[in-house]
């Protein structure tokens, strides 16, 4: 059964209106589920920052509880290093008389500045090392520290680090940064270095004048242990033997310290920060997270920096799911479409095939039993008894040709033809196959042959003049105005070639390969008009395929067809 373009078109115009439906839906509930992932996402990332923030408050709060129910724990507990409390070892403040350099310091100072050699300065500034810890210039900085951290003054670290532990809380940030800078570049091992800057670091304003200024009178008392809570830090100090205080403090420093080294514990791709301010969240500059707060309005913020980014790149990821989805529904939909089209079109194709054999055998009985009733009842006249017996015969024969055929069609479909190859003079088996179609069709175009008549190879003349039959035969269906049928046989290479040619409308790019399918023909509007069973050309690729080669059609829409069948050489066949 033929189809024409418009039925097609408008077949796959109503599935494809069908299968929007479902598709848009899908699209529908994408969309919608790329709303709900983005709020979603948003709202995940907002419990995990509040969690990581409430956590790392909680954890905060354990460590300075169990710091000051400790009663002065020795050793330190390690793991309070890990709850951002700054360990603090302070020296008392001394009054302003025991801070006071004596009369000998003094001097030394004056020598140094006012050294007429080397050798004189020199010996002021041994003598600053030795006895002069305290000593101030006319600026009020620290002499002893810089003179000590020279390679040739000899200062032990051990000392150096007493020093700083004893005196850093009363360093200026000038001179802090100075002592830095020495003490970077003084060739220490890495193990003292880090010792240095330590003590360095703890010492630092904002911890130990806190320290010095509101508890000055308990550390010259010598109080054990202090304790202390407020707005701007919390801590636990306790009396060593030798008068000096160590413990852990809690203050803006230690936390920013901390949150720098990565505590507290949180997701990748997340961020924290410590902010001052009664709106830490928006001081913060993170467009999502959650404030804890830790020391009056000193808050820990804990948050994802680019949230759009993630939700974005979650979005694509469901988007490209959605679409994939909506692609393979649509794509299975129109493949079960497909497949339910050709079944159908096979079965028209079928029952048009019972209709046609039925055709084809039912015109050459009735011819006979037209004829055997004339004889049988001897109407017919002497002189007509010849006419009619070759009437007989040729139907019996036409007759014979299509059961044939289709009983070859039918073993081959299965499998279980066989061909008796042998060597033949394929011109001759072409000059046959002209022969008996010019009998049968005396009113047919003319046939042209262009034979090469040394052209011999191992093929089953019966199987490649059947071919033939229906290549000859369909050319007179489909190019019945296209004249002269040509047949050529020649030798190409290590093949023949056996070609039919026509001058007929030729056959479209699209229908040349399904052509030779059992059952299919071509989709226009001369195959429709056309009686045909559709297995002429499946038997001609059976037939060239059982002799090894293959078979071929050569068209331009317009130009006429040529089918060509290939054989092996003679010296390749067997």
Same mark, same amino acid.
């Given at each position: ?409 039918? *073993? ?23 022969? *008996? ?38 050319? *007179? ?98």
């Amino acid at each position: 059964m033929l189809e024409t373009r418009s039925p097609r078109l408008r077949e796959w115009g109503l599935f494809l209106l069908v299968a929007a439906l479902p598709a848009t839906a899908l699209g529908v509930l994408g969309y919608r589920a790329l709303q709900n992932e983005e709020a979603g996402l948003k709202r995940e990332m907002s419990l995990i920052a509040e969690r990581t923030a409430r956590d790392a408050g909680d954890e905060v709060e354990r460590g300075i509880e169990a710091v000051e129910r400790a009663q002065r724990p020795e050793p330190m507990p390690a793991w309070l290093d890990h709850v951002v409390l700054a360990k603090a070892r302070l020296s008392a403040p001394r009054s302003a008389a025991s801070d006071e350099p004596s009369e000998d310091c003094k001097k030394a100072a004056d020598a140094r500045k006012k050294g007429a050699d080397e050798a004189a300065r020199r010996a002021a500034e041994e003598r600053i090392v030795r006895d002069c810890p305290t000593l101030r210039n006319s600026r009020g900085r620290y002499l002893w520290p810089l003179l000590a951290l020279t390679p040739a003054s000899g200062v032990a670290p051990a000392r150096i680090l007493a020093w700083l532990e004893e005196h850093g809380a009363r360093l200026a940030a000038v001179e802090r940064a100075a002592l830095t800078q020495e003490i970077a570049t003084g060739g220490f091992d890495d193990t003292t270095r880090a010792a240095l800057m330590q003590a360095l670091d703890t010492g630092a304003d904002e911890l130990g004048s806190h320290l010095l200024v509101e508890h000055r009178a308990a550390l010259t008392a010598g109080v054990t242990p202090i304790l202390w809570r407020n707005d701007t830090s919390r801590g636990a100090l306790w009396q060593r033997e030798d008068g000096s205080y160590e413990g852990y403090v809690l203050h803006l420093g230690s936390l920013q310290r901390a949150v720098a080294a990565g505590w507290p514990p949180r997701p990748a791709d997340y961020a924290a920060k410590v902010v001052v301010g009664s709106q830490p969240v928006a001081a913060s500059g993170l467009p999502l997270a959650s404030a804890q707060a830790l020391l009056g309005q000193i808050h820990l913020v804990v948050g994802h920096p680019r949230p759009q980014a993630v939700a974005a790149r979650s979005k694509l990821i469901l988007a490209s799911v959605s679409l994939a989805a909506s692609l393979l529904a649509v794509a299975l939909a129109a493949l079960l479409f497909s497949r339910m089209r050709r079944a159908r079109a096979l079965g028209a194709l079928r029952t048009d095939f019972v209709a046609a054999v039925s055709h084809e055998l039912r015109t050459p009985i009735a011819s006979m039993r037209v004829l055997a009733e004339l004889l049988a009842e001897g109407r017919a006249e002497e002189d007509e008894l010849p006419e009619i017996h070759a009437a007989l015969v040729a139907e019996a024969k036409r007759l014979g040709t299509t059961v044939d055929r289709l009983l070859s069609f039918s *073993r081959m479909e299965a499998g279980k033809a066989t061909t008796a190859r042998q060597r033949v003079n394929v011109g001759e088996v072409a000059r046959e196959a002209i022969a *008996r179609f010019e009998s049968r069709h005396p009113e047919a175009a003319p046939v042209t042959a262009e034979i090469d008549e040394e052209v011999v190879a191992a093929a089953d003349p019966h199987g490649l003049g059947m071919a033939l039959d229906n290549l000859l035969l369909n050319a *007179r269906k489909y190019a019945p105005e296209g004249m002269p049928y040509e047949v050529s046989v020649s030798r190409l290479r290590d093949r023949v070639r056996v070609a039919v040619r026509d001058h007929g409308p030729g056959i479209a790019r699209r229908d040349q390969k399904r052509i030779f399918a059992p059952f299919e023909r071509a989709d226009d509007r001369l195959s429709a008009a056309t009686e045909g069973s559709g297995i002429g050309l499946s038997l001609v690729r059976h037939v060239a395929k059982s002799h090894g080669g293959d078979a071929e059609v050569e068209s331009t829409p317009g130009e006429g067809a040529c089918f060509v069948i290939w054989l092996p050489d003679s010296e390749r066949g067997t």
